[in-house]
């Protein structure tokens, strides 16, 4: 949980731990905020929070690991993409991973698009240049000239190597 969310509670505990990142830094938390409870449908969950101080504000600002999996008696069927969670007495929550996957895991991000902004931009630079051998000189023929001349210039350049 990052710090500015965190700032809402008071009953920080004091911990001597570190935390070993999926990018292998090491990041020393804030404090840990115990028995936090965490409302799903109408079952409260008492969890343990790790606080870090975090400059960039996440999207999503809480991360439940595996101490809240086993609190909520998780099952987790990875074949047919389910998760049941067993809350309360009689209360158990079905997660249907497939439907929810459907939709891009990374918000905001098309990197296709961004790619063909590239493209766009050097074949656009390719155009206003009137210099072919210029052209030839400095661009990538990796995709091909738009320009024949272009072309014609890059295989007299090879045939002299």
Same mark, same amino acid.
Do not use: C, W
């Given at each position: ?8 509670? $008071? #009953? ?14 090491? #990041? ?15 079952? /409260? ?10 400059? /960039? ?41 497939? #439907?929810?996957?459907?939709?891009? $895991? ?15 931009? /050097? ?6 240049? #009137? ?6 000189? $400095? ?23």
């Amino acid at each position: 949980m990052p710090l500015s969310v965190a700032k809402r509670f $008071t #009953k920080y505990k004091p911990k001597n731990i570190y935390l070993v990142l999926a990018d292998r830094s090491i #990041k020393l938390p804030y404090a840990l905020l115990a028995d936090l409870p965490i409302r799903i449908g109408h079952v /409260e969950i008492p969890t343990d929070f790790v606080v870090l101080e975090i400059y /960039e504000e996440p999207r999503d600002p809480l991360i439940l690991g595996r101490l809240f999996l086993a609190t909520a008696r998780a099952i987790i069927d990875v074949r047919n993409g389910k998760i049941d969670l067993k809350i309360g007495k009689n209360v158990i929550m079905k997660f249907d991973i497939d #439907k929810v996957m459907k939709k891009p $895991t990374i918000g905001g991000q098309l990197f296709r698009i961004e790619e063909m902004n590239l493209l766009a931009e /050097e074949m656009l630079e390719e155009l206003v240049e #009137k210099d072919h051998l210029k052209t030839a000189l $400095t661009k990538n023929s990796e995709n091909g000239y738009l320009h024949s001349e272009a072309s014609s210039y890059e295989k007299i350049m090879d045939s002299r190597k």
